[in-house]
């Protein structure tokens, strides 16, 4: 058995009932073979794939807190700390009810390779809980966050291991974690990214996963000979991701129909109008059912459907395993020319070979959602130089990222032999960065 194999059946074995976790290892086991090859033996012999697949340290806990009518309620909570070969672990806190040990496990594994990508010093992490936080008054929310932090601030720090924000953790959470942290442990440092503004946090990193989408997209699209203005784009989601892909997208002269949340979607051919989009789930976090009331030229429709709607190119920006088969069949047969994961892995495994299959541009999420953690990078930077940079500054700099990830994955994708395959080109650009820190830092 190769060797590729025989540590995806380990990862199988000692991670049962992780579905989640098993496709994300195997999306990118699957596209190392050729890299593999060509040194096995010495993968082989410093066990780099069984040390990259598993985690540096696991951390699960409970979180107790008191609800409005003075009930205690406790709630599942992790923390991975993935990888830290290249840096302190980095990555988001997801608080909604699907998450699980397997959830927070593949998010990681991600990561470690997207945050190679960037090109930043930041290692691989992810964290989470099962608290769901709608419907929660902001005291709620609060004594949750506070108590959660209680307990996580014991293996976090600023130069070892910096959470963020993910599906359902925004600045108001990151506020309320970062003042909890605050007051246990009286520092003042970047320890969390996704601050305010005026906590210490950076200009565009509110924007940074919607812009940085947007950039790769136009990259990739530009080096296949299209353009992205004029064209119509389906995006899902209509939270962080979805609402600054829709501005960006606009800024660049394409036109944004449709956007979704867990309950339904919005098909707006007249192109979706950001500012009451913000206004329908930033501020009021309400249905979209109000923004089809507001808006004449808005349809509302219960359940899924994005996909099903005649587009250029497909931003999925809600969560996994989204973009089923036969949504890529619809997208395909409607001359869909791209598909770019703002979410993390939206596409379903048959989905994006079906897409590949059928000559539509896929980038992978590892590399076109980078964007948002590069900033936060940004933010640890600023942070510790207690400086603070300006808007443009920062997204200027998000833009030389976002097109040296592009650079790096096209050249890995070309250099071994599957040129335009921009999944495995992620998968490998980043693996190589990351063993080869491995390597160097010996047996650990
Ligand atoms: P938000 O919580 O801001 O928004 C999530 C959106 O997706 C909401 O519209 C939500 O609908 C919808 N959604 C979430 N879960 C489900 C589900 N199970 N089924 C259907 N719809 C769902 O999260 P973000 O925009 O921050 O994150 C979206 C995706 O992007 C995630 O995969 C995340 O991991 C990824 N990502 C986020 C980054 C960031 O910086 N925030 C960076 C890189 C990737 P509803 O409001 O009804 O819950
Ligand atoms: O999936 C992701 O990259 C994020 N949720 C952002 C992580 C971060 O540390 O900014």
């Avoid at 990681?108 to 930043?120: C, D, P």
């Avoid at 040296?404 to 395959?421: K, V």
Wanted: glycine share 12%; aromatic share 8%; hydrophobic share 40%.
């Amino acid at each position: 058995m190769s060797y590729v194999d025989e540590v995806y059946e380990r990862v199988i074995r000692e991670n049962p009932s992780q579905p989640e976790f098993h496709q994300a290892v195997h999306e990118v086991l699957d596209s190392l073979r050729p890299v593999i090859d060509r040194g096995e033996a010495a993968y082989r012999r410093d066990a780099i794939l069984e040390r990259i697949t598993m985690p540096e340290r696991q951390l699960l806990f409970r979180v107790p807190w008191v609800d409005d009518s003075g009930s205690v309620q406790v709630n599942n909570a992790f923390r991975v700390q993935f990888s830290s070969a290249i840096g302190p672990y980095k990555g988001g806190i997801r608080l909604h009810p699907s998450v699980n040990l397997g959830i927070i496990k593949f998010l990681g594994f991600e990561q470690v390779f997207k945050n190679a990508l960037t090109g930043l010093p930041i290692g691989g992490g992810k964290g989470g809980s099962d608290f769901d936080p709608k419907g929660k008054s902001d005291r709620e929310i609060m004594a949750f966050c506070q108590s959660f932090m209680t307990e996580l601030h014991k293996y976090i720090g600023a130069d070892t291991d910096v959470p963020a924000g993910d599906i359902g953790t925004g600045a108001r959470e990151i506020g309320y974690m970062y003042g909890q942290y605050k007051r246990l442990t009286g520092l003042c440092s970047g320890v969390l990214t996704g601050k305010g503004i005026a906590c210490g946090g950076s200009p565009v990193r509110r924007e940074a996963t919607g812009y940085g989408l947007l950039y790769l997209t136009q990259e990739m699209l530009k080096a296949n000979g299209h353009q992205l203005a004029g064209k119509t784009i389906a995006i899902s989601g209509a939270g962080n991701v979805a609402i600054y892909a829709a501005q960006k997208a606009q800024q660049l002269g394409a036109k944004v129909i449709t956007f979704s949340d867990s309950a339904g979607w919005i098909y707006d051919p007249e192109g979706v109008d950001v500012a009451l989009l913000r206004r329908v789930k930033e501020e009021r976090r309400t249905s979209l059912t109000a923004y089809a009331a507001e808006r004449s030229s808005a349809v509302y429709h219960e359940g899924r459907g994005v996909f099903t709607v005649k587009c250029d190119i497909a931003l999925p920006c809600a969560t996994q395993n989204e973009l089923l088969l036969c949504d890529a069949k619809a997208l395909a047969a409607n001359g869909c020319i791209a598909v770019a994961e703002g979410a993390n892995m939206p596409v379903t495994a048959e989905a994006a070979e079906y897409l590949s299959g059928s000559g539509v541009l896929f980038a992978p999420g590892k590399a076109a959602n980078a964007g948002g953690v590069a900033v936060s990078a940004l933010e640890m930077s600023q942070n510790a130089q207690r400086l603070h940079w300006t808007f443009e500054e920062v997204d200027n700099k998000l833009q030389n990222i976002m097109s040296g990830i592009f650079t790096a994955i096209d050249s890995a994708a070309r250099e071994y032999g599957m040129p335009g395959n921009y999944a495995a080109g992620a998968n490998i650009a980043g693996f190589l960065k990351v063993a080869a820190a491995m390597r160097e830092q010996g047996v650990v």
